[in-house]
């Protein structure tokens, strides 16, 4: 498999998509150290979405450890989670951490963003018409402020950011899963991280109609985030049923992920990653075999430091 992958010998565009999922993404974050452990790293286009982007920019530099650093040190904590703030107008998932205090790989991966061939495209949502925008990390002035927009999600981020002047939120709002855009670029051979199980379809919001009440000047943000579950399932759906000459290589969670979007339990952290780094391992090198737990196990342990 590496040495296909490092050699292309059919010349196949090829893209890796990540998604995110607040801190489901230590899934994420294993998988893409299996990719780096077997060296398949030639990717003519990456594309984050939300904390899938944050996962892929450390993959872009070539450290896709420090994910699993920052998930366990950092992020499983109530430092980075804030129940207490549930009431008031602070922050209950502190993005702003997470950019400013945790993420020291940015001013390498602007450097690689302009040597490297590959592009990276990170996600957010347009509030004005909802639809999703993806920036071109190469062309960004900023990388750092293009993810904490991919992450700034809904209610629990409660900061307001502008892009050129509108409003922006998170990309999972309106792209969980980019593989259409991917497929757009011309790619022919994607593969695809996700934090959801094979068969799983977003159900409809009962609720939905609460968004016109929290965002009464973007009808239109309100309006894709009462039906996310149609564009989420849409994007699923291409992802089974792709366009003739499209291959879809999906690594996803074969068991029930011990992670939600805002765990704060490192141990669960620590098993959601080790879980995507087996699936995976399993997919990319053709290895079969069933992920049991941690203890006395390969793969990623726990770690005590970051050397970047």
Partial sequence: MEGLMSSKTNFKKRALVVEGGGMRSAYVAGALLAFHELGIK???????????????????????????????????????????NVIGTRNIVDVDFLLDNCFDTLDKLEQVVKSKKTRFLITTTNCENGEPVFMDAAKEKNIREALRASCAMPYLYRRKLYRDGYRVLDGGLSSSIPVGKAIEEGCEEIYVVCSRPEGYRKKPN???????????????????????????????????????????????????????????????????????????????????????????????????????
Avoid at 59 to 78: R, T
Avoid at 221 to 237: G, T
Wanted: glycine share 6%; proline share 6%; net charge positive.
């Fill in 42 to 84: 030639d990717f003519d286009l990456v594309i984050g979405t939300s904390a899938g982007a944050c996962c892929a920019a450390n993959f872009m530099v070539g450290h896709p450890e420090y994910n699993q650093y920052v998930l366990e040190e950092y992020l499983a904590s109530d430092r980075f989670i804030q129940f207490k």
């Fill in 206 to 308: 009962s609720f939905g109609w609460i968004n016109h009440l929290a965002f009464p000047k973007h009808p239109r943000l309100a309006k894709a985030l009462w039906y996310r579950d149609r564009a989420y399932n849409a994007e699923l759906d291409l992802m089974e049923h792709p366009p003739k000459g499209v291959e879809i290589i999906a690594i996803r969670p074969q068991q029930k992920l011990p992670v939600s979007r805002v765990t704060r339990d490192r141990i669960k952290v620590r098993h959601g990653i080790q879980q995507g780094f087996y699936d995976a391992y399993q997919v990319l090198s053709g290895r079969s075999f069933i992920y049991q737990g941690m203890e006395n196990s390969p793969g990623p342990q726990k770690v005590k430091s970051a050397q970047l």
